[in-house]
């Protein structure tokens, strides 16, 4: 009885943990003009350049205006804790 019941929950553990890393994370670039939706856990905010200085860092849901594309980065507003301009690694966001 003990042997079946942990094969049970051994066997509901495997399914729940297929579930949930089955599901795909979307994302997508941002679009000037835009306020974007950050979609990754945290996004970097650099100060002068990408890859420059550390800002502060926007969280799932906050939001981003994308004023000008750099390829790889772009360059905008960062609302919530920061509501300061800087540039944020693209790709991060929500389609």
Not at 25 to 53: I, K, M, N
């Amino acid at each position: 009885m003990i042997r079946l019941r942990t094969s049970a929950t051994v066997a509901l553990a495997l399914a729940a943990s297929l579930a949930v890393t089955a599901t795909p994370a979307y994302s997508a670039d941002g679009t000037v003009g835009q306020r974007e939706t950050v979609c990754a856990q945290d996004l970097f905010v650099r100060v002068t350049a990408p890859h420059g200085a550390w800002m502060g860092t926007l969280y799932r849901g906050q939001t981003f205006l994308v004023e000008k594309d750099n390829g790889d980065w772009v360059y905008g507003f960062a609302y919530g804790d920061i509501n300061r301009r800087g540039w944020v690694q693209d790709g991060w966001f929500c389609p």
